[in-house]
C-alpha cells in the first residue's frame, strides 16, 4: 500500500476524509458511503483506510473492524477506466480466442497508417480511419461483443487490470467526499450484460470505448509513446451507476 501520494490528490482526500475517523464522526455523505460498504458497521467503530498500488484497479483499501474492501474511486473529471499497450491487448484477446481478422482490425484501427504495426506513412484521423474500415469494424464488434469477450474484458478494464497485481476492486465509487454513488462488481456485470450496444459505431466492448491514447497525426517526439496505448473510456458511466441503483429491489 502507498503512502500519501501528492500525484493522486483526489483519493488522497478520501484517505484522510476517513483514515482514523470514527462512523459516527464522518460526515453523513461518508458515513452513506462507508455503511454502503460495511453494512454491519457500528457507529463507534474506527474506519481505515489506504492508498492502493497506483498501478492496481482499486484506489484505497477500507477496513472496518475485521472486515476490509477495496474501492475504485472515479468522478467527472475524467472517463478514463484503463490503459495498456495495444500489443498487450492483442495477445490477451487472442488467448480469449478472438479471430485473428478481429486482431488485425483492432490493429488497423488503433494505428489509422493502413499498417498493424504502425509504420506506415500517412496517419488518418480517428472519422477517416471509421470510414476506410467501416465494414470491418462492424464486423470485430459483433464478434468483441460476445458475451464471453465481453465478460472478461470488464473484468480487465474496471477491476483486475492487465497486470498480475494482488487485488481487485470489489466496488465502484462515483463522487467525491461530498456525495458517493457506490455500487458492486457484481451489480455492474449484472447491468453490462443485459444491454445492448450495438448502436455505438466506433471501437468498442460494451459501453467502453477503445482509441490509442494519442493518433499523434502531427509526429510529435514527444508524445510518440502514446501512440502504442489503447486509451478505454466509458463516457456514461455516472448514468449507468444511477441506473443500476434505480434498479435495485426491482
Not at 454491519?40 to 467503530?45: G, N, R, T
Not at 480517428?126 to 469494424?137: G, L, N, Q, T
Not at 470485430?140 to 498480475?164: I, P, Q
Request: hydrophobic share 35%.
Amino acid at each position: 500500500m502507498e503512502e500519501n501520494n501528492t500525484n493522486r490528490p483526489q483519493d488522497n482526500e478520501v484517505r484522510i476524509a476517513l483514515d482514523g475517523k470514527r462512523v459516527q464522526d464522518l460526515s453523513p455523505a461518508l458515513q452513506d458511503f462507508v455503511e454502503s460498504l460495511f453494512p454491519k458497521a457500528k457507529q463507534s467503530d474506527v474506519v481505515k483506510c489506504e492508498l492502493c498500488d497506483r498501478y492496481e484497479k482499486p484506489d484505497i483499501r477500507i477496513v472496518v473492524g475485521d472486515e476490509m474492501h477495496f474501492v475504485s474511486l472515479k468522478s467527472g473529471r475524467s472517463k478514463s477506466i484503463h490503459y495498456e499497450s495495444i500489443r498487450n491487448l492483442i495477445l490477451f484477446l487472442r488467448s480469449l480466442g478472438v479471430s485473428e481478422a478481429t486482431q488485425k482490425t483492432l490493429l488497423l484501427f488503433h494505428y489509422g497508417d493502413g499498417t498493424m504495426t504502425g509504420k506506415g506513412e500517412t496517419r488518418l484521423s480517428r472519422d477517416d480511419v471509421m470510414e476506410k474500415y467501416k465494414d470491418r469494424i462492424a464486423l470485430a464488434m459483433k464478434e468483441l461483443n460476445k458475451a464471453k469477450f465481453l465478460r472478461a474484458c470488464l473484468k480487465r478494464f474496471v477491476f483486475s487490470g492487465s497486470e498480475l497485481r494482488a487485488h481487485s476492486a470489489e466496488f465502484i465509487s462515483f463522487g467525491d467526499i461530498t456525495t458517493f454513488l457506490t455500487v458492486t462488481k457484481d451489480e455492474v456485470f449484472d447491468f453490462v450484460m443485459r444491454q445492448n450496444y450495438d448502436y455505438i459505431r466506433s471501437a468498442h466492448i460494451g459501453p467502453m470505448l477503445l482509441s490509442p491514447w494519442q493518433r499523434n497525426l502531427d509526429r510529435k517526439e514527444d508524445i510518440e509513446w502514446k501512440r502504442e496505448i489503447v486509451h478505454v473510456t466509458w463516457p456514461y458511466l455516472l448514468t449507468d451507476i444511477q441506473k443500476m441503483i434505480k434498479r435495485r429491489g426491482h
